[in-house]
């Protein structure tokens, strides 16, 4: 553990979004650092994900949200970003791909039932649940996703459910979370620019499908 270094990477970072908050902005996103460097001397963070979590913490400070990290929602729950502003809540889960060496031989499926898994589990603890990950990276939004929940069909919320629960079985997720999920929007983060462009889900759908598109290697 580096604690000097990560309060140096954290203060940079904090410092270059500042330049576009006002005073009292500065000063919740300085709360959202702090909390950061406490959970470090925890254990509890790293810096790379620290990093993405404080660039969206300040696109949402900059919407007029008060932001807290690292969220207990349940006992075996805890979100990423957690905002609120008047009645209204965010959650925001970033991904960034990880899978682990135990599903080296389905790593698509595995990273597409976890997508699945948080959308269905964290969206019922908020107004607007979101996910982040770096423009490096791809999300495989489960397409059920992208329609609303009265307008799903029974018996594809139970294939989702019955694919989502091959990995996901302590506990597994339920019929009602499958069809009730909502995910409103996905967040871009360009770490070196050093922002986060928001997309609603189809659109980034759409985005991912043309790079997609245009990455295939015809043999």
């Known amino acids: ?113 976890r997508i699945m898994s948080k959308i269905a589990r964290y969206s019922k603890h908020c107004s607007k649940f979101c996910l982040a990950t770096p423009v490096v990276g791809l999300l495989p939004i489960p397409s059920i996703f992208l329609i609303p929940p009265l307008a799903r069909n029974p018996n594809d919320v139970k294939k989702n459910q019955a694919f989502c ?15 009730n999920a909502h995910l409103h929007s996905i967040y871009l983060i360009n770490t070196d620019k050093v922002f986060a462009k928001q997309l609603d889900p189809q659109n980034y759908v759409d985005l991912t499908k043309k790079l997609l598109d245009k990455s295939e290697v015809n043999y």
């Open 165 to 179: 629960n091959r990995f996901y079985k302590n506990p597994p997720i339920e019929f009602d979370s499958i069809l």
């Open 1 to 113: 553990m580096d604690l000097e270094k990560f309060r140096d990477d954290v203060f940079k970072i904090t410092d270059k979004l500042s330049e576009r908050l006002t005073d009292e902005q500065i000063k919740k996103l300085s709360f959202v650092r702090e909390r950061l460097v406490e959970l470090y001397q925890q254990n509890l963070v790293k810096i790379n994900h620290s990093v993405l979590e404080i660039i969206c913490a300040s696109e949402l400070i900059r919407d007029g949200y008060l932001v807290n990290v690292e969220e207990r929602l349940s006992d075996i729950l805890v979100c990423d970003i957690f905002a609120t502003k008047g009645d209204g809540s965010v959650i925001i889960e970033i991904e960034t791909g990880f899978t682990p060496p135990a599903h080296a031989l389905n790593t698509v499926d595995y990273y597409a039932a």
